[in-house]
């Protein structure tokens, strides 16, 4: 099976860190990793970021954080994939160990979003999008996914609040997890009663703007001390896939299909089935967005997805576990840090250690990544369970 | 030797692109590419890019140019290391096809900085710097360079025109460069009356900021076409190290320690020595950029990288032609696309397709992209003598 292996995690909570700027998220966390590493040098730094350029005036993050974190001479990058860079990284630092190119990796997300004033951060978003044919419009992220959501609703004949249990089930994780941003479980009254962002999205479909950063260390499995203290965690499987940018140029709006191949390109990999996977981190920047991951990779049929949320499946003792740490709605949204949480998280739970939101069983693990509304998906299969 | 071979070149103009954009740059280089490859279908694209996020309001642009080019599902990145973007996104694709990941790659850089008015381009660029210790002071690339020019001049004794050689060398080969920005050449006497930017560094020390693109595939040397029309051009070597950021945290700023650990790296990966290599592509944003490399590369002794220029050893009919086709100075600085142009001209100049740049002999050739003063430096050895 796979000897790649996830051998130290750092992540900070998510929130608003007006204390400290992004080289210092990003130290604390790279700090977190080496030492639960055990001292396993990386020689190669991948960052994934997404708005840094914009919103910390600052790129060329890859050599900086190399810097600040006192590995200068090492080789570093910046990968960006938008709201999928932190996956992106994660592939980059898959293939990088995979290939032999180095015998560790140090693969960090991190995003500062929380600095600006007025819609700094939705202008810096909307350049992820197709600048000159959406965002020139005035779509932003939310508004581009409430325009999905309406169609959603309206093809498949569902209540306005029939995406409430993504929202509910994320606060009621999140809760459980000392790095989320929001730890307290909502009602679907309160659901009911939230303030519209852009109807029929309202204030829970959306997942909060955030600063944060996660990392991790990936090397081979022949490299882990003899006397490493936990089960080694592999990644089984790296995928990914493009789409259309903009969303007037999908065939199908309502079907992520970047999504669909990457996951199908993952399990292949991994040589598993969908019925395999323990717990899902799906990309719920926006809770139609979940509804639309989950039947794009073939967990629900088409339309179908929200009813996994109402009907409990997802929840921590449902049949498919998803967003077991909070997801991006109450984890908090760090942007290009997103993919890298949600493999730290994921490596939380196949070690056992999730706490109060240990899901069980835990032997394999999904997480995706998405930039965009699957404009760019990336996928990746993680497992406790090493031959 | 190598296995690595570049199967497919394309370039545009470097310049003033008002009536195009970022992504129509890029489509016009993909294209020549992939005609250039005779039908090599690349399975990954890599896009180089320093300032989208910023100058072009579009970030996401690995997905986008995938897109636009009618590749849509391609795995597809952006890879950013502020000016050694170009270099880093050729590492990657070298890379990807050296780890069997896939079988060709498309390796795009672009950039397209003409679009701004009043200091948009310098408050870009200076995101690349560290933005909290020295863009915050309104230290731009050009007055960095210009300190680092009057402390060379200084502590080796030079005279103010003394780096004068590699304008004129630059504009001399871009005269014969039908890609490049300028193509005529200057004299020494029009250097010295040129205009101050940040004395001692005048409009002749510093290389035109511009639109451009270029973009190669890389494959196996297996996969080339039987009928192959063109000596295969392999990749020997690929290397990369990064140093300091902010240039007061350098032990010795007159030094590129990054660049001189990455072509150490890329000598003993490719096994020749410095003689061995017939001409050298570096990275002359700055005069005084050029003058370092050729120390820190160990072609020329500390003080000595001048006198390379002004003796005539790196002109064409020198014993070590540098920026053949008009490096940065006269091709033109297309930011992060730059990277990705020297890698397409040592092709040029190894197929023996160069022109009136072509130099003799053409065997062997160095490239080396830096990202600030060398806080980023990306080496790679390009040969047509394949065993």
Known sequence: MSDIVIAGIGQIQVGEHWEIGIRDL??????AALRDALGIQPQALIVGNMLAPNLSKQSHLGTLLADFAGLTGIEAITVEAAEASGGMALRQGYLAV?????????VVGVE?????????VETALATTMDSDFEAVHGVTTASQAALLMQ???????????????????AHANGAGNPNAMFRKPIS????????????????FDAAPNADGAAALILTRRDRLPKDWPHPPIALLASA?????????????PLFFEALAIATRRALEQAKITLEQIDF????????????????????????????????GHIARDGDLPCATMGGLKARGFAGGATGVYQAVEAALQLRGQAGACQVKPARVGMIQSLGGPASTAVVHILSNQIE
């Open 188 to 203: 679907l009254d309160t659901y009911r009663k939230a303030e519209p962002i852009s109807p029929p999205l309202n204030l």
């Open 98 to 106: 995979k290939s032999g190119w180095v015998d560790a990796v140090l």
């Open 26 to 31: 990003a130290f604390l966390v790279i700090r």
């Open 151 to 169: 169609r959603y609703l309206h093809e498949y004949s569902i209540p306005p609040d029939g995406l409430a249990g993504f929202a509910l089930t």
């Open 280 to 311: 899902l981190e799906y990309h719920d920047a926006f809770s139609i967005y979940a509804a639309l991951s989950l039947e794009a990779s073939g967990f629900a049929e088409r339309g179908q997805g929200c009813r996994l949320a109402a009907e």
């Open 240 to 252: 990914t896939a493009s789409d259309a940018l903009a969303l007037h140029d999908r065939r199908d």
């Open 112 to 120: 500062k979003m929380t600095d600006q004033v007025g819609s700094g």
